[in-house]
């Protein structure tokens, strides 16, 4: 059984470009979260999902970032116009209902 | 709102010893689990403990072991023997029992661990 996994691992994106995360969740997992952080920072929640449905996305910016967690294929992260404070390590994790949360790997995105 | 607090952002120890990494959290919620998690450099997130609230025995998994003091709420990581590899960021989180998207994570820890 595979690991959470995440791709690109490291993704550099010029000021203004679009910046799409993707996370395949392990086998099973109806559910999936994406977390930010920044240097030097813990993780901070930003979106619950299960298949086809935003759960909660109080930790989304209200701006510019975007989730889907489509009945086929992986979860996408969408940043719109990305700018130089959009630059951290994002983590997908996934679950089965009311259950442990499994990471993948994370996405390092640099904006230069 | 529940928070995880870490204050130690640094900490070293020699190859072999003991060292403990605090942890303290606030809540209202009386069921809860507790975890610590271990990033190397690499970033992967790996689980190395878990404790569930209800559950008054300290969780132990090999040379790690927790100190979970609920009414104090506190719950500190103890590594035994520790090894080189040990060496990493270290995140003490919570999550709701009730709510399974509610994961907090503290700020971490340093740990450097001297040959």
């Known amino acids: 059984n595979a690991g959470v996994m995440q791709n690109p691992r490291h993704l550099v994106r010029r000021r203004g470009q679009e910046a799409r995360l993707r996370c395949s969740p392990m086998k099973g997992h109806s559910h999936v979260y994406w977390y930010r952080q920044l240097p030097e920072e813990g993780l901070k929640f930003m979106v619950y999902?299960?298949?086809?449905?935003?759960?909660?996305e109080s930790g989304m910016p209200k701006e510019r970032f975007s989730a889907e967690f489509p009945k086929e294929g992986p979860s996408i992260l969408r940043i719109q116009q990305v700018v130089r404070g959009d630059s951290a390590a994002y983590f997908c994790a996934s679950s089965p209902p009311f259950s442990e949360q499994y990471f993948g790997p994370g996405t390092r995105l640099t904006v230069t | 709102a529940q928070t995880v607090t870490q204050s130690q952002p640094e900490m070293s120890v020699q190859e072999a010893e003991t060292v403990t990494l605090s942890c303290t959290y606030d809540t209202s919620e009386s069921d809860y689990y507790l975890f610590w998690y271990k990033q190397p450099p690499s970033r992967q997130m790996i689980l190395v403990i878990r404790q569930e609230a209800y559950k008054q025995q300290n969780a132990t998994e090999n040379r790690f072991s927790v100190n979970f003091q609920k009414a104090a709420k506190s719950f500190s990581l103890k590594i035994s023997d520790s090894q080189l590899g040990d060496a990493a960021m270290y995140f003490c989180?919570?999550?709701?029992?009730?709510?399974?998207?509610?994961?907090?994570f503290g700020a971490g820890t340093r740990l450097t661990v001297k040959p």
């Open positions: 999902l299960q298949k086809e449905n935003i759960i909660d």
């Open positions: 989180a919570y999550r709701s029992y009730y709510n399974n998207n509610d994961m907090r």
